[in-house]
């Protein structure tokens, strides 16, 4: 808001002649990452607390559950620098503690992983999984409501591999410029975050009508093609990123150099984008059919 209020606004309308692009790229990011955590806590809470219900069984541990929530609610606020490593006028001792701080973050995800997966080992085995990874296979993964949620943690695990990747300064400078960063944030909240909210409304939409889902079928058919697309929109865009392809670069104008190492992957992510199209519009089908269907 006061980015917005204060610097673009005026300088839009012309009532000053420049800004600051410094503060206002520190007022976005400072809040811009924690805006991550708001769209991240109700897939947590999701996690944490229906699919267990879900499931017939218990949060495997729920001290560790109100710990991770608590280290994330204190550690997740300061940490928006470290998508401020390549700017000039920020101390060193400033990113040094963001790097840190963003490192500390990655322990609440850690806690939660491991309290989930034995969660889902716990369902598992009640369903008569043997062996050591037998209960993965014992998952519902013909529920749209469970599978929407187990696919988001799969691919919220690379978005998070990704994170802590950002945080160290010296990957930090050679990838945030990149087509990395998108990539990266499609894993986290157009896969983690966005699967987990298909599940929520998968349960709660025929909740709120009184009647089934309009087609189980082409729910689990749309899950299955978003978590397809984005993986590989997401994966595609990082390896570019990691070969140098730019972000906030229109790639596709006339004259535009792109190398012959970005455009296969850049390929790749095209494909994974069209999946995602083909997903979006099951979705839409689904939610006007139970809606609207008599």
Known sequence: AVEILFFLLPLSLGWVATTDPQVTRILFWFMGHPLVYFWLIPAYISWYTMMPK?????????NLGRLAFLMIMVFSIPIGVHHLFADPGISELAKVMHSMLTFVVALPSFMTIFNLAATLEQAGRKRGATGALGWIAKQQWDNPV????????????????????????????????????????????????????MGILYWLMPLLRGRKLFSK??????????????????????RAGMEGAPRRTDLGAAGVYISPSWGLWLNFSAIGGFILLVSLILLIVNIVGTLWDS
């Open 217 to 238: 079928e082409i729910a689990l058919a749309q899950i299955y093609t978003w978590f397809i697309g984005i993986a590989l929109f997401g994966l595609s865009m990082g």
């Open 146 to 197: 469970l599978a929407a949620q187990l696919t988001g943690m799969m691919i919220f695990l690379i978005g998070g591999i990704t994170g802590i990747m950002n945080a160290s300064f010296n990957l930090n400078i050679a990838l945030h410029n990149t087509s990395w960063i998108p990539g990266h944030f499609h894993t986290t909240l157009g896969g983690g975050v966005f699967l987990t909210y």
């Open 54 to 62: 879900q499931n017939g069984v218990r949060i495997f541990s729920d």
